[in-house]
């Protein structure tokens, strides 16, 4: 009788102290002790992320985004001296170069996308993850005030503030509309893997409304009638992925409207793909089409070229949401000139300006051994994820050297200051290019002028993107789904 009064008053009072359990217990006895689905909502207000004491001795780093640069940089990160917090609305990294085959079923949406916890998992290091984005950024005091971008119905919109010391910056960019009218209202936008995925159901959705037996042919007409803004490899890819489905399956599910289709392709510029090579523009235009193709011919964050953000020295930004600001010679040539006349005579040896050489050529790409006092224009990086890839990988070195560097700087003179940057400043480095154009044919640039166009270059791209994928789960699902394709044709269910 005692033990049973003892075990009631315990029960008792860890009811009182959790009152959540009263009600988990409710639920359970009312559903017969079957599957339990509980949630206690909360009213929160603007909460601290608090380091535990382990961790507080770390130096804490924050990475904003899990796209191309921030995904780079968690996968190259190693120092273990970090305590690393990564906040994104989007808990996946994207292969965005598969977008266009996303559109047209060629490669089902989630085969390009890894879950960034799985990414993370991998790693040695401190490094959490929290679903929200950042609404403002105090760099003064060196706090990243977050908004959980979970729906209202689970626990509100939950914010809360995160401190850091060094701060990755790698958002990305919204598509830029050049403020035309009409255009977020009318036309779909190819950024994201949920882009791709309204994209493919308008166009099944526009042949199974050209299908209806009530149109005429002129509406028909009207309703297939697909326009593409951009002669650019991603607006090239999308209109010979969408020129394939078409003429290889969308024929024979729809054979009535099959002659009614049109494809057209917007580009300012005089040719499409004009930043390849002259001989793949000429033989993009000249491909003959099974449905007709007509060809009618922003970046926020200033960053040095060690990436970090201009003005403060703790925040880094990478990928598309920023632009290097890259210093001309001109602007610094007396500080150079200073610092290499170094008895102040006012004139510069032979042997003075050789000390200086490698540290200017560094420090300015645009000028090269052979050519000075001139020299020749750097390749400009565009903003691909080629570019955000490497750039993250360059930051994510960094991190891992910081200490070592901070006691051997490795990087140019500083002509304004004293002694040396800590690190290389970041060279990006083109390794090539594809073009796909349908038909199995793909136009290939690859460094050393090499280009390569046809059946062959599509192999090439089939193997190089399959190998760039960023987990071998991924890699089996985009080779399934390609041979997928071979066999069965593309899926043209609007789901």
């Given at each position: 009788?005692?033990?049973?009064?003892?075990?009631y008053?315990?029960f008792?009072?860890d009811?009182?102290?959790?009152?959540?359990?009263v009600?988990?217990l409710?639920?359970?006895?009312?559903s017969g002790?079957?599957?339990v689905?509980?949630?206690?909502s909360k009213?929160?207000?603007?909460?601290?992320?608090?380091?535990?004491?382990?961790?507080?001795k770390?130096?804490?780093?924050?990475v904003?985004?899990t796209?191309?640069a921030g995904t780079?940089f968690l996968?190259?990160?190693?120092n273990?001296?970090y305590?690393?917090?990564?906040?994104?609305?989007?808990n996946y990294?994207?292969f965005?170069?598969?977008?266009?085959?996303v559109?047209c079923?060629?490669?089902d949406a989630?085969?390009?996308?890894?879950p960034?916890?799985k990414?993370?998992?991998?790693?040695?290091?401190d490094?959490?993850?929290w679903?929200?984005?950042?609404f403002?950024i105090d760099?003064?005091?060196k706090?990243?005030?977050c908004?959980?971008s979970?729906d209202t119905n689970l626990?509100g919109?939950e914010e809360f503030?995160?401190d850091?010391?060094?701060?990755?910056?790698a958002?990305g960019a919204r598509?830029n509309?050049?403020?035309?009218?009409?255009?977020?209202?009318?036309c779909h936008?190819?950024k994201?893997?949920e882009?791709?995925?309204k994209?493919r159901?308008?166009?099944?959705?526009?042949?199974?409304?050209?299908s209806?037996?009530?149109?005429?042919?002129?509406?028909?007409k009207r309703?297939?009638?697909f326009?593409i803004v951009?002669?650019?490899?991603?607006?090239?890819?999308?209109a010979?992925e969408?020129h394939d489905?078409v003429?290889e399956?969308?024929?024979?599910?729809?054979?009535?409207v099959?002659?009614?289709?049109?494809?057209?392709?917007?580009e300012?510029?005089?040719h499409?793909?004009n930043?390849?090579?002259?001989?793949?523009?000429a033989?993009?235009?000249?491909i003959?089409?099974?449905?007709p193709i007509?060809v009618?011919n922003r970046r926020?964050?200033a960053t040095?070229e060690?990436?970090?953000?201009?003005?403060?020295?703790?925040?880094y930004a990478l990928?598309d949401?920023?632009?290097i600001?890259q210093r001309?010679?001109?602007?610094?040539?007396?500080?150079i000139f200073s610092k290499?006349d170094k008895?102040?005579?006012?004139t510069?040896?032979?042997?003075?300006?050789?000390?200086?050489i490698?540290?200017?050529?560094?420090?300015?790409?645009?000028?090269?051994?052979?050519s000075?006092?001139?020299?020749?224009?750097?390749?400009k990086?565009?903003?691909?994820?080629q570019?955000?890839?490497q750039q993250?990988?360059?930051?994510a070195?960094?991190?891992n050297?910081?200490e070592e560097?901070?006691?051997?700087?490795e990087?140019?003179?500083?002509?304004?200051?004293?002694?040396?940057?800590r690190?290389?400043?970041?060279?990006?480095?083109h390794?090539?290019?594809?073009?796909?154009?349908?038909?199995e044919?793909?136009?290939?640039?690859?460094?050393g002028?090499?280009?390569?166009i046809?059946?062959?270059?599509?192999?090439?791209?089939y193997?190089?993107?399959?190998?760039?994928?960023?987990?071998w789960r991924t890699r089996?699902l985009?080779?399934?789904d390609w041979?997928?394709?071979?066999?069965?044709?593309r899926d043209?269910?609007?789901?």
């Open positions: 009788m005692m033990r049973g009064l003892t075990f008053k315990r008792s009072r009811f009182h102290d959790n009152p959540s359990l009600k988990l409710l639920v359970f006895t009312v002790g079957g599957v689905a509980y949630s206690e009213s929160y207000g603007l909460n601290v992320v608090h380091a535990s004491e382990a961790d507080s770390k130096k804490r780093v924050v904003l985004g796209g191309w780079s996968k190259n990160l190693k273990s001296e305590d690393v917090q990564v906040i994104s609305p989007r990294f994207a965005t170069p598969l977008l266009p085959s559109t079923g060629t490669v989630r085969s390009v996308v890894e960034v916890r990414i993370i998992r991998k790693k040695t290091l490094i959490h993850y679903e929200a984005e950042c403002k760099a003064q005091n706090k990243v005030y908004r959980s979970q626990s919109e503030v995160v850091y010391d060094y701060l990755v910056i958002i598509v509309t050049f403020n035309t009218p009409g255009v977020e209202e009318n936008f190819l994201e893997v882009d791709a995925q994209i159901r308008t166009v099944i959705d526009c042949f199974e409304r050209a209806l037996p009530t149109l005429s042919d002129e509406e028909r309703i297939l009638q326009v951009g002669g650019g490899p991603t607006g090239v890819e999308f010979a969408l489905f003429s399956d969308i024929v024979k599910l729809y054979p009535q099959k002659d009614l289709v049109k494809i057209t392709l917007l300012a510029g005089e499409i793909l930043m390849f090579d002259k001989r793949i523009t033989f993009a235009e000249k003959p089409k099974g449905c007509d009618t926020v964050l040095d060690w990436l970090r953000v201009e003005g403060c020295d703790s925040v990928g949401c920023a632009t600001n001309k010679v001109m602007e610094d040539i007396a500080a290499a008895d102040n005579s006012g510069l040896t032979v042997k003075e300006l050789q000390e200086v490698d540290n200017i050529c560094q420090r300015y790409p645009k000028i090269q051994k052979s000075l006092p001139g020299g020749l224009p750097n390749e990086s565009s903003a691909t994820a570019v955000a890839a993250g990988s360059y930051l070195d960094c991190f050297r910081m560097c901070e006691k051997n700087p990087g140019p003179l500083r002509f304004r200051g004293e002694g040396r940057h690190f290389r400043p970041f060279r990006y480095k390794f090539g290019q594809f073009a796909p154009l349908g038909g044919q793909t136009a290939a640039q690859l460094p002028d090499w280009v390569s046809g059946h062959s270059s599509q192999w090439l791209w193997s190089v993107y399959a190998s760039k994928q960023v987990s089996v985009v080779v399934s041979t997928k394709r071979f066999i069965f044709g043209s269910s609007s789901i």
